[in-house]
């Protein structure tokens, strides 16, 4: 039930003149995830599975939530819950449903792959995206620091990718 009042309620809240919102005429988006800590329980072990459901606290069942919100209001687009051994990447492709041309989407160091590069930039979204510092593009500019502007040009899973996009890449 409560996911049904949240697909009722969710969605775009920023306009074009909300400050922080927009940049060249891109949404700001940002996808993100934590995990939280439940109630040993029986019932939120068998939902939400963790380390131990017999160990107690903080060995209970633990959910983890992928967030994707507009950067400017903090609106939250969409969310997808799984459980502690959901990960965060796999958890996060349904989000891409939720993007599309005019959307930035801005993701951290773990969300990076091809599959993921696939089907955000397959819904139309753009991405910027902080990579591990095992992860060598083909430097096209030295910035500050150790950073630099980098081209990546992944080959999606079963399919051509079409699409390449510039990257910053720098140090985790």
Do not use: C
């Amino acid at each position: 039930m409560l996911e049904t009042v949240f697909r009722q309620v969710v969605g775009p809240l920023a306009t074009p003149a909300t400050p922080g919102a927009w940049w060249r005429g891109l949404r700001f988006l940002a996808l993100d995830g934590t995990q939280f800590d439940l109630p040993d329980s029986t019932s939120n072990g068998d939902t939400f599975d963790g380390p131990s459901t017999t160990g107690g606290f903080p060995f209970g069942p633990q959910v983890r939530a992928v967030v994707l919100a507009e950067i400017g209001t903090h609106g939250v687009l969409d969310a997808r819950l799984g459980g502690y051994r959901d990960g965060e990447r796999s958890l996060a492709y349904p989000l891409a449903g939720s993007t599309g041309p005019g959307d930035l989407v801005i993701a951290d160091r773990g969300f990076w792959s091809v599959e993921f590069a696939h089907v955000f930039t397959l819904a139309g979204a753009d991405l910027l995206v902080r990579l591990q510092s095992n992860h060598l593009g083909t430097a096209q500019e030295k910035l500050a620091g150790r950073h630099a502007h980098a081209s990546f040009r992944p080959r999606a899973i079963g399919t051509t990718h079409e699409r390449s996009k510039s990257r910053t890449a720098g140090p985790s």
